[in-house]
């Protein structure tokens, strides 16, 4: 049914604009207001949260709207992640509104509404703003907080919170099929800069001069590959144009947000792919340097491999409903480079492997957090899973019952075995036989493990000196 509507909607905007989308000015924005009966959008699809929060703000007098993922989402018939709501409420007024409310961000400067675990994002209307360095806008009374607008040099929005009218936050948005807002007052969607046509002709088109948008904010960029691939879209070549060229500016944007960015294109169920289109975009190197230094044109690398094996797994386990851990998948897009690093260093500092390795490792994960700052808890699980492969080559005397015990060995065991798809028979044996250990009862492990040779078997216990030994006592007859 809701694909007839959908279907009508598409003929809708054909017969409406009857134009070619290729050849359209970003800029040369009609408003489209489609009733109920031709988008389909039913209020039983739409989070009783978020509508709860659509009627609060309206019955206060406020304008509000369902905009973003949620509209574009329910008009691809796909399940919304989330929902967002646009309003001329400011945050202040919002905070009054709701108990459950707080104000979060200091560069978008937005309302988080808690309802338990599910969360509504509410964003003030986003207004134009100069191109001066700073733009400061006087509050409407002294309750509210001054509005200020900033960019660096390069022209990137270092905070962007000053306020305007629906019409103006619409082109604030990224893409054009962003740009839709649904109203609970009448049921419409407004369409400000035909996005749904774009739905239609499945288009990601960045709305402006694409450059422009993309220093403002070079997140932008990764949101176009992330949308393209998610809703198996193309990007629009205009806005395809630049990416290459400015995908250097990544590097500029906090190393915290690319955490959050990263997250939702590795685990977004759709992670090959999206590698995949980063890469070709330049935009994967920008933040993985690390591994960049490891492609080869035919994709041949270890690294590659492995990068390719996880992200295809990760899916795989998105698509079966099993929790994904962010730190196994960077422990192992790392690993290959942090072993031929912990070579380098046994090779160029006479170290032990073992040292050399925990060097490594820690250089490895520095570099890392340059870019994507991952926080300390990943990166204590990762050097917990690369620490254990050194251990599970040694298993005699109790070895192997104590590596069983790490809190991390069902993750490291996971990650020896797939090491094994890459590596040589010795790790394959290894897998193999750790395998088995965990399959065998207490008396068989005893004997797998005194059959071991290698190199760490027990030492000898060390015998107290003479002089402390008590003497036995010399019974007299
Ligand atoms: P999803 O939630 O499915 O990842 P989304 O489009 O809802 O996709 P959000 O990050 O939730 O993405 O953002 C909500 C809306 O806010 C977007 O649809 C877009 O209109 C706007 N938006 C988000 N990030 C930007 C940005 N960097 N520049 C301009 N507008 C943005
Ligand atoms: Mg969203």
Request: charged share 30%; hydrophobic share 35%; glycine share 4%.
């Amino acid at each position: 049914m809701g694909c007839i509507i959908f279907n009508r909607v598409a003929s809708f905007c054909r017969k409406v604009l009857n134009r070619d989308s290729s050849t359209r000015v970003p800029e040369e924005q009609t408003l489209q207001v489609y009733q109920r009966p031709e988008h389909g959008i039913s209020r039983k699809d739409i989070s009783e949260n978020a509508l709860k929060v659509l009627y609060r703000l309206n019955k206060a007098g406020y304008d509000a709207y369902l905009v973003g993922g949620g509209v574009r989402d329910l008009l691809l018939h796909k399940q919304p992640k989330d929902f967002d709501i646009a309003t001329n409420a400011t945050p202040e007024e919002i905070k009054k509104l709701f108990r459950n409310c707080r104000l979060i961000g200091r560069r978008f400067r937005l309302a988080h509404i808690l309802f338990g675990r599910d969360i509504i994002e509410v964003a003030t209307f986003r207004g134009h703003h100069s191109d001066a360095p700073v733009q400061v806008v006087a509050p409407k009374d002294n309750k509210q907080k001054p509005q200020i607008s900033s960019r660096s040099e390069e022209g990137m929005l270092l905070r962007d919170n000053v306020y305007g009218n629906i019409e103006e936050d619409a082109q604030r948005r990224d893409f054009t099929i962003n740009a839709l807002y649904y109203s609970v007052k009448d049921f419409t969607v407004t369409d400000y800069a035909q996005g749904i046509e774009d739905l239609n002709n499945r288009v990601v088109r960045l709305m402006g001069d694409p450059e422009t948008r993309y220093r403002e904010d070079p997140v932008r960029m990764l949101r176009a590959v992330r949308f393209a691939v998610k809703l198996d879209m193309d990007i629009e070549p205009v806005t395809a144009a630049p990416i290459r060229e400015l995908a250097s500016l990544m590097q500029d944007i906090p190393a915290a947000r690319l955490f959050e960015e990263s997250l939702k294109l590795l685990q977004s169920g759709q992670g090959l792919e999206t590698y995949r289109m980063l890469r070709e975009y330049n935009l994967f190197q920008q933040l993985f340097p690390i591994l960049s230094d490891h492609f080869t044109e035919n994709n041949s690398s270890k690294t590659e491999k492995m990068i390719e094996h996880i992200l295809a797994s990760t899916d795989k386990r998105i698509a079966e409903d099993k929790r994904v851990n962010p730190a196994f998948i960077y422990a192992a897009m790392l690993w290959y480079p942090m072993m031929i690093r912990a070579e380098e260093v046994s090779f160029a500092s006479g170290l032990s492997f073992y040292d050399a390795f925990m060097v490594a490792s820690n250089d490895i994960l520095d570099e890392q957090v340059r870019s994507i700052a991952i926080p300390r808890r990943h990166t204590t699980t990762v050097r917990d899973i690369w620490q254990q492969q050194l251990r599970f080559s040694r298993r005699s005397g109790k070895r192997a019952f104590k590596t069983m015990e790490h809190p991390k060995f069902r993750a490291a065991y996971d990650f020896l075995e797939m090491r094994s798809l890459f590596e040589g028979s010795d790790i394959k044996e290894l897998a193999q036989w750790w395998s088995e250990f965990q399959d065998a009862d207490y008396n068989q492990r005893g004997q797998m493990v005194t059959h071991i040779n290698d190199g760490g078997t027990r030492r000898p216990r060390r015998r107290r000196p003479q002089q402390q030994r008590r003497k036995k006592p010399q019974v007299k007859s």
